[in-house]
């Protein structure tokens, strides 16, 4: 007993500088951030306590527009689970059946992941350029001059920064099904060609089972990297134009570093850190009720 006491004591000791230097880097700031939500407070001057009026003036205010920054954000998550998942995972079966090349294949679709989201930003500023982007070049070359536009204004912004976003990350959802759909025996798919199954129900009754904690894994990151998305779209129109692309993430630089609301911006930055950590949540138990079921 005594020695098993000591292997505790030891295996604490050990633990805590790791664990201290994570509850600092991870749950200082988010403490933090809560306390100053409750304040009215420009950064320099003295601290007004205002308890929840930060928050309420943020879904009731119009001239905030966080709920349309909000409501952006959720747009992109809901694109990204139903269209860059489905693509991912459509991908990852087809290389997952042991292809010719698929080596190649994966790297080249994994290289966007490896690129700064910066220079994607600006790739992509150049591909929409109404005037020398490839995009409306390309459309006046095949005769489709009527369809050419400034393709980041207020109509078509939002999805014109959806297309960076899925042509970056696709890879990276790719690369996660594609190790799971690897890992599954394949004994399994064995068994079920002699029985007679067809690719989709090999898939459907197999695969898709067998990978599902990735699937919940690619839709957790898929739902909270969007709600917390920013430099793309910042690079690409910094929330623009007029508050059509803006999210939450654009909006608390506003906040904290142009109009010097740094309680509001905190209030800002609270609600991301809840709401991500509430659709992780719920995602999970979405998922767990599947497999008990």
Not at 8 to 34: D, E, H, M, Q, R
Not at 129 to 136: E, M, R
Not at 144 to 151: F, M, P
Not at 170 to 183: D, E, F, T
């Amino acid at each position: 007993m005594k020695k098993l006491y000591s292997n505790k004591l030891t295996i604490i000791l050990f633990i805590l500088p790791a664990l201290l230097l994570f509850a600092l880097i991870l749950f200082a700031p988010i403490f933090v951030s809560g306390y100053y939500s409750l304040f009215d407070w420009n950064g320099f001057g003295k601290m007004n306590f205002i308890g929840i009026e930060n928050y309420k003036e943020l879904f009731t205010s119009n001239s905030i527009g966080f709920l349309k920054a909000l409501g952006n954000a959720l747009l992109l998550a809901l694109l990204s689970v139903g269209v860059q998942l489905p693509l991912a995972l459509g991908l990852a079966l087809l290389l997952g059946k042991g292809r010719k090349g698929e080596r190649a294949f994966l790297s080249i679709y994994f290289v966007p992941v490896l690129i700064s989201t910066v220079v994607i930003g600006q790739l992509w500023l150049k591909i929409y350029n109404s005037s020398y982007g490839i995009l409306n070049a390309f459309l006046r070359s095949i005769g489709l001059d009527n369809l050419t536009r400034i393709w980041l204004d207020r109509d078509t912004a939002l999805g014109a920064t959806f297309v960076p976003i899925l042509w970056q990350y696709v890879g990276y959802h790719m690369l996660l099904m594609y190790a799971g759909i690897k890992s599954v025996p394949v004994q399994y798919r064995e068994a079920a060609m002699i029985d007679g199954a067809k690719e989709g129900q090999i898939n459907r009754y197999i695969i898709l089972p067998c990978i599902k904690p990735i699937l919940k894994i690619s839709t957790i990151f898929a739902v909270t990297g969007s709600l917390k998305s920013f430099d793309l779209i910042y690079v690409l129109t910094n929330g623009g134009p007029l508050h059509a692309t803006e999210v939450p993430s654009t909006l608390m630089i506003s906040m904290l570093f142009l109009r010097n609301r740094y309680g509001m911006g905190s209030t800002i930055a609270f609600l991301l850190i809840i709401l991500c950590f509430a659709f992780a949540l719920i995602i999970g138990r979405m998922f767990k009720d599947k497999e008990e079921d």
